[in-house]
């Protein structure tokens, strides 16, 4: 099973876009929090941030919804041309037709669930998305604490994978460092989201740190 290393720009110098991306240019993807004040209290970037970073980034997009009404919102960021579009099931009206309808345009369908959001309504619809991403911190800010209370839903998550042989990411975002990401790989993750983990040092020896961590543990 391939384990992969998202750097969040949210931990990345604003002015510097370009640059910081080719910092990390070892990273698997680049996950963007797109936040609009309502569904979190924070507000970051919006589809023209994301269409310009399309046409600069050296790996491809991962995009976070932390947005009201992604039915509306999402197809427009697989449109842009981004790899994986992954939206909150709290906010969707419809989380399978959006699915589908991200799929059609040609994106990677993402599922996110907040820390006190039960996964079980998932277990029935996982073969609707490719990604389904467990938050491990309250969504709208970066440098907050891991929540190992998290880890039962990555369990349930990868025992239905594992029983339905699906090829789907299971994701885990905030504050994962070389020691937390140990944590949610044995949990069943395989996806990680880190930020000023990352950022917070040389980007290229912090992506190789958290691989050589997390090697041995992803579940196969």
């Known amino acids: 099973m391939s384990v992969r290393i998202n750097p969040s720009i949210l931990a990345a110098d604003f002015a510097n876009f370009e640059s910081e991306l080719g910092r990390i240019a070892t990273a698997d993807l680049v996950h963007v929090d797109i936040m609009d004040n309502h569904f979190v209290p924070n507000l970051t970037f919006g589809l023209t941030m994301v269409e310009r970073l399309q046409q600069v980034t050296p790996i491809p997009l991962d995009i976070h919804l932390m947005i009201d009404d992604p039915d509306r919102w999402a197809p427009g960021y697989a449109e842009a041309g981004a790899f994986s579009v992954t939206f909150h099931a709290e906010a969707a009206m419809d989380a399978t037709a959006l699915a589908r309808r991200l799929r059609d345009i040609g994106a990677r369908a993402g599922i996110a669930i907040k820390p006190g959001t039960p996964v079980e309504p998932l277990l029935e619809i ?41 090829d789907l990411w299971l994701q885990v975002d905030g504050g994962i460092t070389a ?42």
């Open 179 to 220: 020691d937390t990401i140990v944590i949610a790989a044995e949990a069943g993750a395989d996806t990680f989201v880190a930020g000023s983990s990352v950022f917070g040092g040389v980007p290229a020896d912090r992506i190789a740190e958290l691989r050589a961590a997390v090697e041995g543990h992803v579940h196969q």
């Open 126 to 166: 996982l073969p609707e998305f490719d990604q389904v991403l467990v938050m491990t911190v309250e969504p709208g800010f970066g440098g907050q604490s891991f929540m190992a209370e998290t880890m039962p839903k990555l369990h349930l998550l990868r025992e239905a994978v594992a029983k339905s042989g699906q």
